[in-house]
């Protein structure tokens, strides 16, 4: 199967309800799994959302009895290619990609072709590559979502700080996040790449802010580029400068409870690392897998912020 964006954006959204029972009857259709193994390639660990992704893959692996292998890229989509290639030659029954770049993963989804691996993308889409299965958060909802919570806190000039250039996720906020600016009387000043990172979130903001000084409200893919702007901003965010940030992390649940950020975007990621699970044992099995498995993202504001807390 070569997925395309729409047809991900065209598949109907998984409930949380569904969720559940899908993990509850997930372990048990595909239970058994010995002698099955697993590789799971993710972009980065130095990401708190990652590491709970790993978790929610880590849990469904052990609950199947197979053996789940972990790599890290380090955000560098030449390694990640060459990671999921060596696990083409150890062996494995099915490999999970979380794709640095979505553009740069064909290799990696050929690789695995040739071999006669089935794929499972997690997180993030491959733009060329053959792919069983897409565990993916709506981010295009999540990114309209984003731009309607901003456009309620404040009025006025936004930036933009973006995720890694050729991601999907990166692509998938950002065309939401445009839709969604019709709902308000916010204005996009600025747009630049901060990669999904706290340190070059805090660096982009702190320059954006000399060119925009009367700035009222940043949006950024993900909560570690949202605490960065926050910190770039000091005494100013929640007060006269207004932040919304994407995934739900703790620090970014926190930094919403402590009024610094106005809302976060939240996902599932150890849904997504269980799914992703769930998936590569079916195709590894000769199962039938889900082709696009859409997770429920949810907004999280200060009003309904202690249901997010863990």
Known sequence: MNLTRRAALAALSVTTLAL??????????SGGGADISVGLALSTLNNPYFVELKQGAEEAAAELGVKLTVVDAQNDATNQVNQVQTFTTQGVKA??????????AGPAAKAAENASIPLIAVDRTVDDGKVASEVTSDNVQGGSLAAIELGRATSGGVVHLQGIPGASATRDRGFGFEQGLNSGAIKVVASQPADFDRAKGLDVTTNLLQSNPDLKGVFADNDEMALGAIKALGDRAGKDVHVVGFDGTPDGIKAVEDGTMAATIAQQPKVLGRQAVEQAVKAAKGETVQQVVSV???????????????
């Open 20 to 29: 559940t029972a899908a993990c509850g009857s997930g372990a048990s259709s």
């Open 95 to 104: 490999i999970i990609i979380n794709p640095v770049d979505s553009k740069q």
């Open 296 to 310: 429920e993202v949810k907004v999280v504001t200060k009003k309904n912020v202690a249901e997010f807390k863990k």
